[in-house]
């Protein structure tokens, strides 16, 4: 896993390069509407990516994680599928079903049965590289290839490309500095139940944050929004006090923050810091919303790394899924 996270802004380059290679535009499509579906690190992938096209984009861009589609489905939809492994069971359901309603369908994955439904029908594809064990690691891969699907469809411009460049040369410039603060936020957080806060147009960041300490650190973790929280989560910080003691508020920022969340955040801190411990914040650098989510994916990854050492767990292994994988199998 440290060799994974170590190896994140060589894969965007990769990812750029393969992104380059392709083409999935196609004649005479009339794009109304967009699905992209995939669970986990391959859904995750695609929060993201809705996250950075929300208001940008004069279409709708919905994420669906799950067996079935919606409704709205039809011919004018760009149907987009993200499994890294290409046999994820809820994935493959649901291009059957976007199959049905002969949407436009682009498959991104390594191989397994969606890349056998690719060859099969002609589909639309990024072919991303194999051999990762761990497809939460291949984040860049899947942001990049999401933006690709979306830039080739006419959908949005090629300013990705250098947003992605200008990251990859800050993170190599700035990669002892990263680390080091992810290793003394991780010391912080051993032994704490963390309680990730960010303005809502974060949240799939914060979502991926909670993942990796789940998967990479073994440890619970909960996230919300602002100002969603204040209207029902607010009022439970309360009880149980005993959990409120040993929790540890964590602020994400952007400066894509809406300035009523930014005072928001500040008037609650004194009500989570009376209750918890001294909050921490993770601010986000890079001059656009997508290098601030490249450098905020690089730094939590790297605090979910440390943690797993604080926790004494090896971050790689997630035995748990894998045996509830095998149960299904059954």
């Known amino acids: 896993?440290?060799?994974?996270?170590?190896?994140?802004?060589?894969?965007?380059?990769?990812?750029?390069?393969?992104?380059?290679?392709?083409?999935?535009?196609?004649?005479?499509?009339d794009i109304r509407n967009v699905l992209i579906t995939g669970m986990g690190a391959s859904g995750i992938g695609a929060?993201?990516?809705?996250?950075?096209?929300?208001?940008?984009?004069?279409?709708p861009v919905v994420v669906c994680k799950g067996y079935n589609i919606p409704q709205f489905v039809s011919p004018h939809t760009l149907f987009i599928a993200c499994s890294y492994g290409g046999n994820t069971e809820e994935t493959l359901a649901a291009i059957h079903h976007a199959m049905l309603k002969r949407a436009h369908i682009i498959c991104i994955t390594s191989g397994g049965k969606i890349l056998d439904l690719v060859k099969e029908n002609n589909f639309l594809h990024i072919t991303l590289p194999g051999g990762y064990t761990s497809p939460r690691a291949t984040i860049g891969y899947m942001i990049i290839s999401l933006l690709t699907a979306l830039y080739d469809t006419n959908l949005i411009g090629a300013a990705f490309?250098?947003?992605?460049?200008?990251?990859?040369?800050?993170?190599?410039?700035?990669?002892?500095?990263?680390?080091?603060?992810?290793?003394?936020?991780?010391?912080?957080?051993?032994g704490k139940l963390p309680f990730i806060y960010c303005d809502g147009r974060l949240l799939a960041m914060a979502t991926r944050f909670q993942q990796q300490l789940n998967e990479n650190a073994k440890q619970i973790a909960h996230v919300n929004?602002?100002?969603?929280?204040?209207?029902?989560?607010?009022?439970?910080?309360?009880?149980?006090?005993?959990?409120?003691?040993?929790?540890?508020?964590?602020?994400?920022?952007s400066d894509h923050d809406h300035e009523r969340v930014e005072k928001r955040l500040e008037i609650c801190r004194t009500?989570?810091?009376?209750?918890?411990?001294?909050?921490?914040?993770?601010?986000?650098?890079?001059a656009s919303l997508l290098e601030q989510y490249y450098y905020l994916i690089h730094l939590t990854d790297w605090i979910s790394y440390f943690l797993a050492k604080e926790n004494q767990v090896d971050p790689?292994?997630?035995e748990v899924i894998d045996f509830l994988k095998g149960e299904l199998a059954m």
């Open 47 to 59: 929060n993201l990516v809705e996250s950075l096209t929300f208001g940008r984009i004069p279409i």
């Open 271 to 286: 009500i989570f810091e009376k209750r918890s411990n001294p909050i921490i914040d993770i601010v986000a650098k890079g």
């Open 225 to 253: 929004t602002f100002p969603e929280m204040n209207h029902n989560e607010l009022v439970g910080w309360r009880f149980p006090e005993n959990v409120l003691q040993q929790s540890q508020v964590i602020y994400l920022y």
């Open 316 to 318: 790689d292994p997630i």
């Open 161 to 190: 490309k250098k947003e992605t460049e200008n990251s990859i040369e800050y993170l190599d410039r700035s990669e002892k500095a990263i680390q080091a603060e992810a290793e003394l936020i991780a010391k912080k957080l051993k």
């Open 1 to 29: 896993m440290k060799k994974l996270i170590e190896g994140f802004t060589r894969q965007l380059s990769d990812a750029l390069r393969i992104g380059q290679a392709v083409d999935l535009s196609r004649q005479g499509t």
